[in-house]
């Protein structure tokens, strides 16, 4: 098969379209068909070196596919051979074929087509495990979205609404802004504009800045609030000022999905199939897809990623 495989750490002329290997599927893997990849800023960091795959994990880079069941391995239960489905991975989605345990498939929601479902396993799984299994965001309270136009941002507005909390967010881009009022953002800051902290309060804040955003959102955390931190943009190392937490009695959580071992992103997955699938079949919830890229020009939508300009996710079609 052909993958796109990273020839040395650098730029997008990094990525290469080569002949590799064909996977087979091991013990509780399928093998799937793959129709389209989502792109993720996780790549992005894995091309420049900083971020390696897990042990085990195919070296290609690539966090989530759409495609058909080709293979099944032994012990696999649920799937078979021509089934469509989506799949949350630990790497190795930019490639003709995928191997993944059975537990991160996902069947493609009604409503939605085979190439676009590609663009729902990492933020559904993102959004879905850490605002709301981990920080137990309540109908009624307020969610605090950074990035809002990434893939992650335009599906947290969508589903928190959906489930009835306020939301606001920040953007860099008048457009991007434009845009997430129409996906049901409540509030948009431009954090070119103003801190944000001035104006925004909120139970929930998912935080994909890190350390160049950790003052401020303890600033806008309301009472009893919930900080998430997913992403490192704005560096790893800032001061707490632990005074304002505690009296704020806030907590602060830091998590990452990729190396969760298959049975934790197993039951995240499921519990994304019970709770978010039926909102996406009913079109409450719709990806939101900048562009289709051919996924042999994996480079070119790396240089998309880059410039930041994107809203919504871009995608890595066959």
Not at 108 to 130: F, M
Not at 286 to 296: D, T
Request: aromatic fraction near 4%; proline fraction near 6%; hydrophobic fraction near 45%.
């Amino acid at each position: 098969m052909r993958a796109i495989d990273i020839t040395s750490p650098g730029g997008p002329e990094a990525l290469e379209w080569r002949e590799v290997p064909d996977p087979r599927p091991e013990q509780g893997e399928v093998v799937v068909e793959v129709a389209a990849a989502g792109v993720n800023r996780a790549d992005v960091h894995q091309r420049r070196g900083r971020y390696d795959p897990p042990p085990g994990a195919p070296a290609y880079p690539g966090l989530e596919v759409s495609g058909v069941v080709a293979e099944v391995g032994d012990g696999v239960e649920g799937f078979e051979p021509g089934d469509r489905v989506c799949a949350l991975l630990a790497g190795g989605g930019y490639a003709e074929r995928v191997a993944v345990p059975w537990q991160q498939l996902m069947p493609v929601p009604d409503g939605v087509s085979l190439v676009r479902a590609a663009a729902l396993p990492e933020v559904a799984c993102t959004v879905w495990s850490n605002v709301f299994m981990l920080a137990r965001l309540r109908r009624g309270e307020t969610l605090l979205v950074h990035g809002g136009a990434s893939g992650i941002g335009t599906f947290a507005v969508q589903l928190a609404k959906a489930l009835g909390s306020r939301v606001v967010t920040t953007v860099g881009l008048a457009e991007k802004a434009r845009r997430l009022i129409e996906l049901g953002a409540d509030e948009v800051v431009n954090y070119r504009e103003e801190d944000f902290a001035d104006r925004l309060r909120a139970d929930v804040i998912l935080d994909i800045i890190g350390a160049g955003y950790l003052a401020a959102n303890i600033r806008a955390l309301n009472t009893g609030g919930r900080l998430v931190i997913i992403g490192l943009q704005g560096g790893a190392k800032a001061e707490l000022d632990l005074g304002a937490l505690l009296a704020k009695r806030a907590s602060v959580h830091g998590t990452t999905l990729r190396a969760r071992p298959a049975d934790e992103k197993g039951a995240i997955v499921r519990s994304v199939v019970d709770n978010v699938w039926p909102l996406v079949s009913a079109g409450a919830i719709r990806p939101v897809v900048y562009a289709e890229v051919p996924m042999a020009e994996a480079a070119d939508a790396h240089r998309m990623l880059d410039s930041g300009d994107h809203i919504g996710k871009i995608l890595l079609v066959r």
